[in-house]
């Protein structure tokens, strides 16, 4: 009975023993595969983390290699349009070079009188004697032909008040259209019948709108021969000159300005970044070389192809200018002050050097509203055009002849 005993006893403690095995191989079973649970959800989580990433960066390259399509774009068209304007400022350089030659020196009794003869103050004999302590001067060309000079301000008619404080408005001098530029810079202006049709309408909705294909930048656009004339400036150093034929609506032909630096041509109109003229002669162009330059430069144009024929320092200076005009040749530069007075004709410039100090007029504009944004004069008519604080004024001129020096 005892052995049977024992054997039970012996039994029953190895089935104890085998049941707490089996319970710890099961628990640490379970433990490993919790363990392992973890570590997928956690590679689950950084593939997922991961992916989002990659999606993100996927993203971010896309649109950076977009951005970089598109920069590469506007890099060959800037590189297009610079080599398209390096041709045509050596075309215009051998067009100048060709047409303006050197001036030859000469000695003061060997001047070109205007009969186009050639006179001698003295003999030979004494020339050859007086030949070192001679002064020797530059022969001048003349380029007007007119020999007209303001004398005075006739009359002065307001016309009416429409549109900014500052804008431009002319009149083709071969034709009766008037064409009104509201505002200092954008792609459109209005053109009028008349000056009648102009001073009847209620505003500028009522007339006919032009669209430009490109902005015009200030107030100094010019009409000449059909054809209007704007500065359009893309950068500080780069000013073009567009010809737009008002008859097709479309432009004709551009021509590059090269300046140094951006620089005011008046003093107190900074909207103005340089001013075309025209009278008698053609077209004209007024602007500032660079902004240390003190003076106003001149250029005579050609209307039809925009070639610079010659180039002048009109000696009259850029500060507290407002505005200028072109008459037969020579240049009106109106002043004024800081705050708004009387604006003055204190400078003029004749490129044929015709007029002497003692005939310059200093000229007084009656006191209006505030200072001059433009002034654009009419041949035909012998009038200005004036905009000043958004009146539209027309000043009658009175002219003498020049005299013939």
Not at 55 to 80: C, G, I, M, P, W
Not at 166 to 186: A, E, H, I, L, Q
Not at 200 to 229: C, D, K, M
Not at 344 to 351: G, I, K, N, S, T
Request: net charge negative; aromatic share 12%; glycine share 6%.
């Amino acid at each position: 009975m005892k052995p049977v005993l024992l054997f039970l006893v012996s039994t029953a403690w190895t089935l104890t023993g085998a049941q707490y095995y089996y319970q710890g191989l099961m628990d640490y079973l379970e433990n490993r595969l919790l363990a392992i649970e973890d570590r997928m959800q956690f590679w689950h989580e950084q593939t997922h983390r991961y992916h989002t990433e990659l999606q993100d960066f996927k993203k971010l390259t896309a649109e950076a290699v977009d951005a970089l399509s598109k920069e590469h774009n506007l890099l060959s068209k800037d590189l297009e349009g610079a080599s398209f304007r390096v041709d045509r400022v050596e075309r215009e350089m051998d067009y100048v070079e060709t047409q303006t030659w050197p001036r030859a020196c000469a000695n003061k009794a060997d001047k070109v009188l205007e009969q186009g003869a050639w006179g001698l103050e003295e003999s030979r004999g004494e020339e050859e004697e007086e030949e070192e302590g001679e002064d020797w001067e530059e022969v001048k060309s003349r380029v007007s032909d007119c020999v007209e000079i303001l004398s005075g301000i006739r009359s002065v008619k307001i016309l009416k008040r429409v549109g900014s404080p500052k804008g431009m408005w002319t009149r083709d001098p071969r034709s009766s259209k008037v064409y009104v530029f509201n505002g200092t810079s954008g792609d459109n202006f209005y053109q009028f019948n008349s000056v009648r049709d102009f001073s009847s309408s209620p505003g500028v909705s009522s007339s006919r709108q032009i669209r430009l294909p490109s902005e015009f930048s200030g107030p100094g656009s010019a009409v000449y021969g059909g054809y209007l004339y704007y500065i359009q400036q893309e950068d500080e150093t780069d000013m073009q000159v567009v010809r737009y034929d008002l008859m097709s609506g479309s432009v004709t032909d551009i021509a590059m300005f090269p300046v140094e630096s951006h620089a005011l041509v008046y003093g107190l109109n900074p909207e103005t970044v340089a001013d075309l003229a025209a009278d008698n002669e053609g077209l004209w162009l007024l602007y500032a070389a660079s902004d240390s330059e003190p003076n106003i430069h001149l250029a005579k144009m050609d209307p039809d192809t925009l070639d610079i024929e010659q180039i002048w320092d009109t000696r009259c200076p850029r500060e507290n200018a407002e505005a200028a005009f072109v008459v037969c040749g020579t240049v009106y530069v109106v002043y004024n002050t800081r705050l708004a007075s009387r604006s003055r004709v204190q400078c003029l410039f004749d490129v044929n050097d015709m007029i002497v100090s003692e005939e310059a007029p200093l000229l007084y504009f009656p006191r209006r509203y505030g200072a001059h944004a433009s002034l654009k004069y009419n041949p035909e008519e012998k009038q200005l055009y004036a905009w000043d604080d958004g009146y539209q004024i027309i000043y009658r001129l009175t002219m003498k002849r020049k005299l013939l020096v």
